[in-house]
């Protein structure tokens, strides 16, 4: 079957066996959650890319057939309705909108999939940052917060960049905040540093009661994370290198320096086309949120899930 994930910024899609093999994936930028805090609607760009998406996907597969489920940006949106009966209409597909603990636990079960592929049998949590929410699931805790990515950068994109900080200096401290008045010289990327503690204060919060030692990652900030650390580009992605990978808080923050000083061309190069401000924004809410846990990557997650639950496994 065809699983579909359309996500606040991405649209996944995943086809799978019976025997819950991947035989193809896919993945295209949307976007759907840019400017949606202030004008409360999906914007025309986004509905455009989304329908090119499923013009693409409609060549390879009986989009009638597929299972998909859309998530937060969906869920804020005035026009989701409106948006869904056009693509009812135009390519005969059913979008189905997910509560925030049914996207919490199909999640799981795709990441919990690609965990037993690589033979990881550990308890772990798990935590999925997409564009305008954020899951966080540990034994039968669900537990969703109210911002993302794209929702957490665009608070203060308007803000104008400060000066370049040429080199990386060579600085170890325990204080995440130090690090960041230390290394961080552009006052607008040192500025959405520290307001991403203010937003993750209540994950962390919950984080630390449940006591949660190891973490599975599967969103896209972790797993272009990963990519770039293997020297992958962005049209070289491949999930079996990153599956499995252990990172660290650190290599959030070291990230995020480097997308943030990158030239517009070559970052589209290594993560991507209209991806860059977002990871920033997304790598410096991990780095924020995360101590001394144990981190890994899991590619699979929400598209893997529905195929997952439909096959009963």
């Known amino acids: 079957m065809l699983g579909i994930d359309l996500g606040s910024n991405t649209l996944r899609a995943v086809k799978m066996s019976e025997n819950l093999e991947k ?29 090119n998406a499923l013009k693409e ?49 199909l999640s799981v079960l795709g990441m919990k999939s690609g965990l037993l592929a690589l033979n990881l049998h ?32 665009e608070k203060f994109k308007y803000q104008k960049k400060g000066k370049c900080l040429k080199t990386l200096p060579h600085f170890k401290t325990k204080d995440k905040k130090l690090q960041i008045q230390t290394l961080i010289k552009d006052e607008k990327l040192r500025s959405l540093a520290f307001k991403a503690f203010e937003e993750v204060k209540d994950i962390k919060r919950a984080l630390k009661a449940q006591r949660i030692k190891r973490v599975v990652l599967n969103s896209g900030v972790p797993t272009t ?12 992605y491949d999930a079996k290198k990153v599956n499995g990978m252990r990172i660290f808080t650190w290599d959030f923050l070291k990230f995020a320096l480097r997308l943030w000083y990158m030239r517009e061309d070559e970052a589209e190069f290594w ?7 977002y990871l920033i924004g997304g790598a410096l809410l991990l780095f924020a949120l995360f101590d001394k846990e144990e981190l890994i990557i899991i590619d699979e997650g929400l598209r893997e899930g529905v195929c997952v639950a439909l096959y009963g496994a």
């Open 57 to 105: 996907l409609g060549k390879k597969h009986d989009l009638s057939q597929a299972k998909a489920v859309a998530t937060a940006a969906f869920r804020k949106a005035s026009n989701t309705n409106l948006i869904f009966n056009e693509l009812e209409e135009e390519f005969d597909i059913r979008f189905i909108l997910i509560s925030p603990q049914t996207e919490a636990k």
């Open 225 to 236: 994370l990963g990519a770039f650390k293997l020297g992958l580009a962005y049209k070289n």
């Open 23 to 51: 035989l193809e994936e896919y993945e295209f930028v949307i976007g759907a959650a840019r400017n949606l805090t202030q004008s409360g609607m999906i914007g025309k760009e986004a509905i455009e890319r989304l329908k």
């Open 122 to 153: 550990k308890e772990f949590g798990f935590c999925d940052l997409g564009g305008a929410s954020c899951e966080l699931s540990f034994r039968k805790n669900f537990l969703s917060f109210d911002f993302g990515i794209i929702s957490f950068y």
């Open 271 to 277: 993560v991507g086309k209209m991806r860059k401000n």
